[in-house]
């Protein structure tokens, strides 16, 4: 997951490939608390959503006293003993409102005389309304009190009137703000309904009926039969009690398929066999928000389901405008504000009020940063139309994303538009709360524009530190790096292990190792056919060897294409001798890293010597020396500075101070409006 400020994604031209969603927030939160609440039974839970509002309801339930075993998407819950809950608790819960709301209702029920529960979380969360779901509560004689501002967390919840959970069998809750109030107080009311029916009525109409109806059928899987009388009234019977399923599987989140249904339908042409496969949900869905296939196929998208999988692909082009009440979709609905910037005409997206109390108020949200592209917007209290820009009035836009998550994946989309500009995407490790992999999983099924990758080419002598300069840029930008000599390094020790001297009369033959290079790089490990080469290609002779086997015209001819893949989405930095002269000569910052032989001669002495190696100050700097002399009069690709590059001598200058200099260089480049 990417934890930089900013992400900037370059022009996009194309998508195709199969993506595995990962599980449903929605479900999972939920089945995380009815687990708990099965009293002593043990629940296992597959394919669990593991993000920040997961672990917000984990991280609690474990403060409560729940005895959890998390094993990668596997947990496993043995329910809680609610007569064991600790006296007080302090619970912060993220900007959670999946797990703040339903733990608010069910602990205002659990809590007994003497016990005290403080319920709060970021910033964002003490301006999310929770006071209808109070106000329902305390009907019942719940005891909260609110810390801060009257109707909204933070909370402290203490026993509620006995007397009065027991007379007060009739709640009303309105059903026009958010429907997680109604959910939590579903999963809430079995806790007390043993002697007693108890019922819910609906003031107003409720909004986002599908999430309702997802925990309906989950409270049925744990044992729970809710009378449902037209979305308005709806009982829970006397007796109830909660029976874990033993095992229970969570779907894919349906809100997450809907940014790839849309991925289809802009960038996959059928006329190429492009495609787009989601696997893990299907039509038979039980999540409302897979309805957002109904809504892209209106718009042009050409979308085939099976029980597990969506295959997407475009249909009409441009995209058509549409008209469309929203209220049924209201998180993937987010998608198609997006969408609309690649329709014909105005797209309008009405009953959305609910936007305005969610992680942001979405719909200003949406105003503003989809008027940053250079689109018209209109909004009011529940509704938003889109009209697009023409092609020439497309603008480059860092996107504020508002701590929200899905900003931050819908407006990823925008990458494809014609006028390919670049978008920049601010805090994207904001899709953490649900899909922490999701520029993982975009970048690996999208193409870019021919030369639209950026590339930072870092090359210098040895033992500069441009690989640890390289490598450092890279993590600050969110890009992949390229040690390109670290490539020679494995060359030279895989021509060695084939028993060739490197030498130009082998020349076809060590091209031929090159091109064969069977690598898998692990983190700090790099393994050639299996075998960990790590120490090999860091030695002496490994460095010897590289620069002599860099030297050979065929070898470089070899390595060169392999090298210009490496410049994936959404950028590359490459350190190495050539990067800017001759294998990214077009990229947009080239910089040569250089300093005195003795400077970088004490620096490899040090490392050396830390590693054990057994050496002496003056070997290594005539060494330097020599490689220098070799690297810069070389027939082919001497060392030198690019025509257009930046020098920067390090030789008193720290490697943070190093970083700060290229960003610097790179923020005028790639200047954002």
């Given at each position: ?20 969603l990962p599980g449903s927030k929605s479900i999972s939160n939920r089945v995380l608390l009815l687990a708990a609440l099965c009293e002593g039974q043990t629940t296992v839970l597959h394919d669990v959503l593991s993000s920040d509002d997961t672990d917000a309801m984990l991280t609690a339930l474990r403060s409560l006293g729940c005895a959890i075993e998390h094993k990668q998407n596997t947990v496993t819950i043995k329910g809680l003993d609610r007569h064991g809950l600790p006296e007080q608790a302090l619970l912060h819960l993220g900007n959670a409102g999946t797990a703040i709301r339903p733990l608010t209702a069910a602990l205002a029920l659990l809590a007994a005389p003497g016990q005290r529960f403080e319920l709060t979380g970021v910033a964002r969360m003490q301006e999310r309304p929770i006071g209808d779901l109070v106000d329902a509560l305390r009907q019942l004689g719940c005891d909260i009190s609110y810390q801060k501002t009257q109707g909204y967390p933070p909370l402290v919840l ?516």
């Open positions: 997951m990417y934890s930089i400020p900013f992400l900037d994604l370059p022009a996009l031209e194309s998508a195709s490939g199969s993506v595995l203490q026993a509620a009137n006995r007397a009065e959970l027991e007379r007060n069998t009739c709640i009303r809750i309105r059903g026009d703000v958010s429907s997680q109030f109604l959910t939590a107080m579903l999963m809430a009311l079995p806790l007390i309904a043993q002697q007693r029916d108890y019922v819910i009525e609906v003031v107003g109409e409720l909004i986002s009926k599908p999430y309702i109806a997802i925990t309906l059928n989950l409270l049925q899987r744990f044992g729970i039969n809710v009378c449902n009388e037209n979305w308005q009234r709806f009982t829970v019977t006397a007796g109830s009690r909660y029976q874990s399923p033993g095992v229970l599987y969570v779907e894919a989140d349906a809100s997450s398929a809907s940014y790839f249904v849309a991925l289809g339908a802009i960038a996959c042409d059928p006329a190429v066999g492009h495609a787009i496969t989601i696997q893990g949900v299907g039509e038979d869905s039980i999540q409302g928000d897979i309805r957002f296939i109904e809504a892209a196929r209106q718009m042009g998208a050409h979308v085939e389901t099976g029980p597990n999988w969506l295959k997407v692909q475009r249909g009409s082009w441009p995209l058509k405008a549409i008209e469309l009440d929203a209220n049924h979709i209201p998180d993937a609905a987010m998608t198609l504000a997006v969408m609309a910037l690649y329709a014909e005409g105005t797209t309008r997206i009405t009953n959305i009020g609910s936007w305005r109390v969610k992680e942001t108020d979405r719909i200003d949200a949406m105003v503003a940063e989809l008027g940053k592209l250079g689109a018209t917007v209109e909004s009011g209290a529940d509704w938003l139309t889109v009209t697009p820009p023409a092609q020439a009035q497309w603008r480059s836009a860092s996107i504020g994303t508002y701590d929200d998550h899905r900003m931050a994946m819908c407006f990823a989309l925008a990458a494809f538009n014609p006028a390919a500009v670049m978008v920049r995407i601010e805090d994207p490790r904001c899709v953490g709360k649900t899909f922490p992999d999701y520029f993982e999983a975009l970048f690996s099924v999208t193409r870019p524009k021919a030369g639209a990758v950026p590339v930072i080419c870092i090359d210098g002598p040895s033992a500069s530190g441009k690989g640890t300069l390289a490598a450092m840029v890279a993590e600050r930008l969110g890009y992949h790096a390229l040690d390109s000599g670290a490539l020679y390094r494995i060359a030279g020790v895989a021509a060695r292990r084939q028993g060739l001297d490197i030498a130009a009369e082998h020349a076809d033959a060590l091209a031929d190792v090159a091109r064969s290079l069977q690598l898998v790089f692990d983190g700090e490990k790099v393994l050639l056919e299996g075998d960990d080469v790590t120490a090999a290609i860091r030695s002496d002779q490994g460095s010897r060897d590289a620069s002599l086997i860099s030297a050979i015209p065929a070898v470089r001819d070899a390595l060169l294409q392999w090298q210009r893949g490496c410049a994936h989405v959404p950028g590359l930095v490459a350190d190495g001798r050539d990067m800017g002269t001759v294998v990214f000569p077009q990229a947009p910052l080239k910089v040569f890293l250089t300093a005195s032989a003795e400077k970088r001669a004490e620096r490899r002495y040090k490392q050396l010597i830390s590693q054990g190696f057994d050496v002496t100050l003056t070997t290594l700097r005539e060494e330097l020396e020599a490689r220098d002399l070799r690297d810069t009069t070389r027939t082919v690709a001497p060392l030198k500075p690019a025509a257009d590059a930046k020098v920067l001598d390090n030789s008193d200058m720290s490697v943070d101070a190093a970083v700060e200099q290229v960003l610097q260089w790179w923020a005028q480049v790639r200047s954002v409006a």
